[in-house]
């Protein structure tokens, strides 16, 4: 769930562009980057992924994204040579327009909710991520027959990692260059696209902007510079944006959630990557929920996972006074409660000394003013940044927790014996069922792996109202004495009983063979329908698996150049964060993950039954 964690060893932070020449971007990347991002690093994109993006999009990172702390000593002229340097492309250019237009005309998606669609992230208001059967358009048993329709390139990006949403003949899709396209579900042609400042992870949210006739469908969505925006979901016309968060880490990597006219956007940020600099003042950065007009973007209420704002603490052992508490970003979509009229987040770790109690919980709060109602804790004093796993650990707090905040979102459900419960995997390698109707009590909790920072459960299972499927990530990062990924640990699906956790089914991962840079953890996001759940991997298979028994039906390897509708060059990689979208007969998957190690891609792939 961290938006990036960057390896940069003390003296890259100490002494960044302190004597290197202005224009020798070469050297500025051998003397201060190659060390992480040649190397496999967790969460540092390497060099392939680098030089598949746009020029702009390495300096937005370095000058107001994620690389801001690293780079803030490199001067403009630096910076910009380095950004040329490593995407062999000169800054200035005209971003191209996108190929493949739609030659038909534009719909305007009237009865998109009375037709097959997949919204938003988790399918439905309660994020089970499971498809109706009426509105799926494929059955378990035909599988074994999906086969490529069509595939999409990603112009300029190392790919997506945001979870398309189908509505009808459309489906839409935002990427890392901070793009997002409507296209045909049919074809994968173009019908518009919207550019973005900020890479854009969410999933597109459909909804009217407004109660009265003639009202506008809008296309919701957030993006890493922390900014809301609201399109016309039909001509991608721009209605309104919002800057919902003024910290300068703040991201949006949840998808809002739509509900009654209203807009709840999750929060998060990536100050705990700030933190590696040890002269960085860490950390003030809180996780909160916004409630938008959906009409008008005019908020209606934020409310803080931590109630008090940040104030000194101490002073690190460079000078550097230091602030808390801090953290608990909300890195998943919201859930909402339509029978309670309540909204259900969990919430990640702090970031700073003293620890709060709301930090790697479950929280309920009241749709109509946000206020909290009830917060339930899974791991107790997590207080994390990326420094506790440098060299220079001089920001890592003194609590150094064990990273284990949730990036899958809370799934409501209903039990066979009348009780309700929200369930949600987390890093820890624990499956938890609560009680959202006494407070959070807990009714099980399971363990299925080890956890880790990038372990355990990480974007979301999926369930048909009978069982959880759940995929497993555990994954091993390259280490000083190896420079790939692991190919032997994590990974794993898994089939949990919703009355009482029980492990249904496991099925083990099949393993890397002799495929380079590749591991066997699962770290997408489940997505179902009766009888197969499909899980994504970061050695680039897509598989579907029996619901009754965890049995593989089909095994779709997704790395390898395709030929593109849209004539762009593309190809898969590894698959993680969103997992497929399904509807009207078709499944959706985004193929290639920058960063970590994994494999880099920048495709869009689209499946039916016998490629028809």
Same mark, same amino acid.
């Given at each position: 769930?961290?938006?990036?964690?960057?390896?940069?060893?003390?003296?890259?932070?100490?002494?960044?562009?302190?004597?290197?020449?202005?224009?020798?971007?070469?050297?500025?990347?051998?003397?201060?980057?190659?060390?992480?991002?040649?190397?496999?690093?967790?969460?540092?994109?390497?060099?392939?992924?680098?030089?598949?993006?746009?020029?702009?999009?390495?300096?937005?990172?370095?000058?107001?994204?994620?690389?801001?702390?690293?780079?803030?000593?490199?001067?403009?002229?630096?910076?910009?040579?380095?950004?040329?340097?490593?995407?062999?492309?000169?800054?200035?250019?005209?971003?191209?327009?996108?190929?493949?237009?739609?030659?038909?005309?534009?719909?305007?998606?009237?009865?998109?909710?009375?037709?097959?669609?997949?919204?938003?992230?988790?399918?439905?208001?309660?994020?089970?991520?499971?498809?109706?059967?009426?509105?799926?358009?494929?059955?378990?048993?035909?599988?074994?027959?999906?086969?490529?329709?069509?595939?999409?390139?990603?112009?300029?990006?190392?790919?997506?990692?945001?979870?398309?949403?189908?509505?009808?003949?459309?489906?839409?899709?935002?990427?890392?260059?901070?793009?997002?396209?409507?296209?045909?579900?049919?074809?994968?042609?173009?019908?518009?696209?919207?550019?973005?400042?900020?890479?854009?992870?969410?999933?597109?949210?459909?909804?009217?902007?407004?109660?009265?006739?003639?009202?506008?469908?809008?296309?919701?969505?957030?993006?890493?510079?922390?900014?809301?925006?609201?399109?016309?979901?039909?001509?991608?016309?721009?209605?309104?944006?919002?800057?919902?968060?003024?910290?300068?880490?703040?991201?949006?990597?949840?998808?809002?959630?739509?509900?009654?006219?209203?807009?709840?956007?999750?929060?998060?940020?990536?100050?705990?990557?700030?933190?590696?600099?040890?002269?960085?003042?860490?950390?003030?950065?809180?996780?909160?929920?916004?409630?938008?007009?959906?009409?008008?973007?005019?908020?209606?209420?934020?409310?803080?996972?931590?109630?008090?704002?940040?104030?000194?603490?101490?002073?690190?052992?460079?000078?550097?006074? /230091?602030?808390?508490?801090?953290?608990?970003?909300?890195?998943?979509?919201?859930?909402?409660?339509?029978?309670?009229?309540?909204?259900?987040?969990?919430?990640?770790?702090?970031?700073?000394?003293?620890?709060?109690?709301?930090?790697?919980?479950?929280?309920?709060?009241?749709?109509?003013?946000?206020?909290?109602?009830?917060?339930?804790?899974?791991?107790?004093?997590?207080?994390?940044?990326?420094?506790?796993?440098?060299?220079?650990?001089?920001?890592?707090?003194?609590?150094?927790?064990?990273?284990?905040?949730?990036?899958?979102?809370?799934? /409501?459900?209903?039990?066979?014996?009348?009780?309700?419960? /929200?369930?949600?995997?987390?890093?820890?390698?624990?499956?938890?069922?609560?009680?959202?109707?006494?407070?959070?009590?807990?009714?099980?909790?399971?363990?299925?792996?080890?956890?880790?920072?990038?372990?355990?459960?990480?974007?979301?299972?999926?369930?048909?109202?009978?069982?959880?499927?759940?995929?497993?990530?555990?994954?091993?990062?390259?280490?000083?004495?190896?420079?790939?990924?692991?190919?032997?640990?994590?990974?794993?699906?898994?089939?949990?009983?919703?009355?009482?956790?029980?492990?249904?089914?496991?099925?083990?991962?099949?393993?890397?063979?002799?495929?380079?840079?590749?591991?066997?953890?699962?770290?997408?996001?489940?997505?179902?329908?009766?009888?197969?759940?499909?899980?994504?991997?970061?050695?680039?298979?897509?598989?579907?698996?029996?619901?009754?028994?965890?049995?593989?039906?089909?095994?779709?390897?997704?790395?390898?150049?395709?030929?593109?509708?849209?004539?762009?060059?593309?190809?898969?990689?590894?698959?993680?964060?969103?997992?497929?979208?399904?509807?009207?007969?078709?499944?959706?998957?985004?193929?290639?993950?920058?960063?970590?190690?994994?494999?880099?891609?920048?495709? /869009?792939?689209?499946?039916?039954?016998?490629?028809?």
């Amino acid at each position: 769930m961290k938006i990036l964690r960057w390896c940069i060893a003390s003296s890259c932070v100490l002494f960044f562009g302190s004597f290197l020449s202005a224009q020798d971007g070469a050297t500025i990347y051998k003397g201060f980057c190659a060390a992480c991002h040649d190397a496999g690093a967790e969460r540092a994109p390497n060099r392939e992924s680098l030089k598949a993006m746009l020029p702009e999009r390495v300096l937005a990172a370095m000058e107001s994204g994620a690389m801001v702390p690293m780079a803030g000593r490199l001067s403009a002229p630096e910076r910009r040579a380095l950004a040329e340097f490593l995407t062999g492309k000169a800054l200035g250019q005209k971003t191209p327009l996108p190929q493949g237009l739609c030659n038909q005309a534009s719909d305007n998606l009237t009865d998109w909710a009375a037709g097959p669609h997949w919204a938003g992230w988790g399918a439905t208001l309660e994020n089970t991520r499971f498809q109706d059967p009426s509105l799926a358009g494929i059955t378990a048993e035909d599988v074994p027959r999906l086969k490529l329709r069509w595939a999409f390139g990603f112009l300029g990006d190392t790919g997506s990692t945001a979870q398309p949403t189908i509505a009808g003949e459309r489906v839409f899709v935002g990427s890392q260059g901070g793009r997002v396209y409507s296209l045909s579900a049919a074809t994968g042609c173009v019908y518009w696209w919207f550019d973005a400042p900020g890479v854009v992870r969410t999933a597109i949210t459909l909804g009217r902007n407004g109660k009265e006739s003639g009202s506008k469908l809008a296309a919701y969505f957030g993006d890493t510079a922390g900014i809301v925006y609201a399109v016309e979901a039909a001509t991608g016309t721009l209605l309104w944006k919002s800057k919902v968060d003024p910290h300068p880490a703040a991201v949006i990597t949840g998808t809002p959630t739509f509900y009654d006219g209203r807009l709840y956007v999750p929060v998060a940020s990536r100050e705990e990557a700030y933190a590696i600099a040890s002269a960085y003042q860490c950390c003030a950065f809180r996780g909160s929920v916004v409630a938008l007009d959906g009409a008008t973007g005019k908020q209606i209420w934020k409310t803080y996972t931590i109630s008090e704002e940040a104030r000194p603490t101490k002073k690190n052992k460079v000078g550097t006074q /230091l602030l808390g508490p801090s953290g608990a970003g909300i890195w998943s979509t919201p859930t909402v409660d339509v029978k309670r009229r309540l909204l259900y987040v969990t919430t990640g770790d702090n970031y700073s000394d003293p620890p709060t109690t709301r930090s790697d919980a479950f929280l309920a709060m009241d749709l109509e003013s946000g206020k909290i109602l009830w917060s339930r804790q899974m791991t107790v004093a997590d207080a994390f940044t990326l420094a506790c796993r440098m060299l220079d650990t001089t920001n890592c707090p003194d609590s150094n927790g064990p990273d284990f905040d949730f990036g899958a979102p809370p799934i /409501l459900i209903s039990l066979q014996n009348g009780r309700r419960a /929200l369930v949600a995997g987390q890093k820890s390698g624990i499956v938890h069922a609560i009680d959202p109707d006494k407070d959070g009590e807990v009714i099980w909790q399971t363990r299925i792996g080890k956890g880790g920072g990038l372990g355990g459960i990480e974007w979301g299972s999926a369930t048909d109202q009978s069982r959880i499927y759940v995929a497993l990530s555990d994954i091993a990062f390259p280490t000083s004495s190896r420079k790939e990924l692991d190919p032997k640990p994590g990974g794993g699906m898994f089939a949990l009983s919703l009355e009482k956790g029980e492990r249904i089914w496991h099925t083990p991962p099949p393993g890397c063979g002799d495929r380079k840079r590749c591991s066997p953890a699962q770290s997408a996001a489940v997505s179902a329908i009766t009888g197969a759940a499909f899980s994504g991997s970061v050695d680039g298979h897509l598989r579907a698996y029996s619901t009754k028994d965890g049995s593989i039906l089909w095994d779709f390897d997704t790395v390898g150049p395709y030929k593109t509708v849209n004539g762009v060059e593309a190809s898969g990689g590894s698959l993680d964060g969103a997992g497929p979208a399904i509807g009207g007969g078709m499944l959706f998957v985004n193929s290639g993950y920058p960063v970590f190690g994994a494999m880099p891609g920048n495709v /869009l792939l689209a499946f039916s039954v016998d490629g028809k």
